[in-house]
């Protein structure tokens, strides 16, 4: 019988935490391989990478990368981002980097392996750093309608300022992805950080996880409805002269409430190198840059 990436999660979670070591027993935050809606949470050991690997590589799958590095967060960020994403992410797969930013010029030469390629495509610098980071759905849309669909299963879409530090494979492809925020993973759901004025299209009183805007993705389709959904509200929220509490992020929690992922990545894929207790697969580099906002 074929075995598909999903029947091999069917298999038993070997444990990565002993419980000794969680802060409380039956913390299901911390550890849960399902969602309460079915959809799997990835953990480091709770799947065979080659199965994963084999599997993409047979089905012809290609992914684009998306990637925002406008103003100083070029010469801050975007070197190791795609140094290290060349190094980490999706490796033995056919894999295009789209870097959209205001200085094509100053984009780095990354050495790539065959089928993997960077793509430079020039965007305005907003003024507002909160417009920066929420347009980027709207460029978003508008590169998987134009190009995307027609050239790869699945497009993923990262924050600039973050460092791949190790496997970020086949295993986190799905239909509709989301990440679990690092910070809120223990914490009562009455302290994830939806917007909670009523004026906001983003308004949520209750959700399911708080999910991180620094890495989502799925398939071009699945992915374009969310960077439509999100910069449509958006738009709406500044003809209503409000804005989110996280800008983007509320917008993007608001979405995976309404239409529920069908993959969650654990913290892992987008850790706090602060908090000192799991895997680090990606993680923001707090030595560089990081403004208080
Ligand atoms: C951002 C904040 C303050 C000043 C400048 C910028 C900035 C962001 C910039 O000058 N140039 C730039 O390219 N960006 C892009 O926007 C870049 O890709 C960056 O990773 C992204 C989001 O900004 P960032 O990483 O500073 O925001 P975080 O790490 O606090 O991100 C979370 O919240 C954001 C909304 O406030 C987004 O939802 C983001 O996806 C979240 O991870
Ligand atoms: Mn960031």
Redesign the pocket.
């Known amino acids: 019988r074929e075995k598909t990436p999903q029947l091999d999660l069917e298999m038993e979670y070997r444990g990565r935490y002993p419980t000794s070591i969680l802060p409380c027993s039956a913390d299901h935050f911390l550890t849960a391989t399902r969602s309460p809606w079915s959809a799997p949470i990835i953990w480091e050991l709770m799947f065979d990478p080659r199965l994963y690997d084999e599997a993409h590589k047979l089905a012809g799958t290609s992914v684009a990368l998306t ?8 010469d801050a ?1 975007l070197n190791t981002f795609l140094t290290s994403a060349e190094k980490h992410f999706m490796v033995g797969l056919p894999v295009t980097f789209y870097v959209f ?1 205001d200085q094509p010029e100053k984009v780095p030469n990354i050495t790539l392996a065959p089928q993997r390629h960077v793509k430079v495509i020039k965007v305005e ?1 907003y003024s507002r ?2 417009d ?3 347009m ?1 759905m709207k460029t978003i849309s508008e590169m998987i309608e134009k190009e995307l669909r027609h050239k790869f299963n699945y497009v993923f879409c ?5 460092e791949f530090k190790e496997r970020f494979g086949s295993e986190a492809l799905g239909e509709s992805v989301a990440t679990i925020h690092a910070h809120f993973r223990k914490l009562p759901k009455e302290l994830y950080t939806y917007d909670r004025n009523p004026k906001s299209k983003a308004y949520m009183e209750k959700g399911d996880y708080y999910y ?3 890495v989502f993705g799925g398939s071009c389709d699945k992915v374009k409805a969310l960077a439509d959904y999100c910069y449509l509200n958006i738009m709406e929220d500044k003809l209503n002269s409000v804005e989110a509490l ?4 509320s917008h ?1 929690n608001k979405y995976f409430w309404l239409n529920k992922p069908t993959k969650l990545l654990s913290p892992e894929y987008c850790w706090d190198p602060y908090i000192a207790d799991m895997k680090n697969i990606l993680v ?1 580099p707090h030595d560089a840059l ?2 208080v ?1």
């Not at 990637?67 to 070029?74: N, Q």
């Not at 990262?158 to 973050?162: L, R």
Request: hydrophobic letters at 40%.
């Open positions: 990637v925002f590095a406008v103003g100083r967060y070029l960020y930013t610098k750093w909160q920066i980071s929420m980027r990262f924050d600039v300022d973050q991180h805007a620094a996280w800008h983007d992020e993007l923001t990081n403004p906002h």
